[in-house]
């Protein structure tokens, strides 16, 4: 069996994701659950299930990103701007712009040839430009994600939400159905709007060669159809997506590993 050779954890917003990976950077243990408050039982509850497997994990160096990080007993902590760059170059190989929607934040980042940032912009002010948008609404209208795109595909027009704000957008939907404004043209409307968002805030980027999509509203095949409209460019969908930021983490901690720093 292959060894573990270091572990990430990107104590996030919404949800606690942990990765192991042996020496090559491969995936051979991961867990996402939704964050608790209490991150560092959780943290120890899940290193523990790892260390259960794999023995030699015990000694594995472990470093945290995310908004929790600091409250994780790591031997560094590393901001999720670093972890999501390394961790999607992994996967792409290549430079590229990296849009990672996260329940709380959404971020925009330029990864240049060595997986380094270069440059970055963040919308954490507003849960309006984030998956928290989409997933407060879908709650309210009792669709389930997997529902989404089943929703979305038809040639219903979208009906336009205008409202930015999370609260007041949740009101706007209620009473667009009370309207008799169909359930397929509002949730079109919903991906539109959030996508619109997204679109702003990575718009300077749009001229890289390649654009990456991370978080987990990359599982929303409705919300990739509408951000690739909205940015006017193919976008690829990062492998694991929920995982990059931990998986970042955990080649943070290769690094460390190897006597060189996990920032730079």
């Known amino acids: 069996m292959t060894a573990v050779a270091a572990i990430g954890v990107d104590a996030g917003s919404t949800a606690f994701k942990l990765v192991a990976i042996d020496a090559a950077g491969v995936i051979l243990s991961a867990s996402i659950e939704p964050a608790h408050p209490k991150l560092e039982a959780q943290a120890e509850r899940l290193l523990a299930l790892v260390r259960a497997r794999f023995p030699e994990a015990e000694a594995a160096p472990l470093v945290a990103t995310g908004y929790g990080r600091k409250r994780i007993p790591a031997r560094a902590a590393v901001t999720e701007i670093t972890c999501h760059a390394r961790g999607s170059f992994f996967h792409l190989k290549r430079p590229h712009l990296l849009i990672d929607v996260g329940g709380q934040d959404t971020k925009a980042i330029r990864v240049g040839a060595e997986g380094e940032v270069l440059d ?59 309207e008799g404004a169909p359930l397929e043209g509002v949730l079109r409307g919903l991906h539109e709007s959030l996508a619109s968002r997204v679109a702003q805030l990575a718009g300077r980027f749009v001229d890289d060669p390649r654009i990456g999509l991370s978080g987990g509203v990359a599982l929303n095949p409705a919300m990739r159809a509408a951000l690739t409209v909205a940015v006017g460019r193919p976008i690829e969908v990062v492998p694991d997506p929920q995982l990059v930021g931990a998986l970042g983490a955990a080649l943070s901690a290769l690094l460390t590993k190897a006597g060189n720093p996990a920032t730079r």
């Open 120 to 178: 970055f912009a963040m919308n954490d002010k507003c849960a309006a430009g984030t998956g928290r948008f989409l997933e407060v609404i879908l709650a309210r209208l009792a669709v389930p994600l997997a529902e989404v795109a089943l929703h979305t595909a038809g040639a219903e027009p979208a009906v336009t939400v205008s409202n930015t704000c999370t609260v007041f957008a949740e009101s706007e939907v209620v009473s667009l159905l009370a």
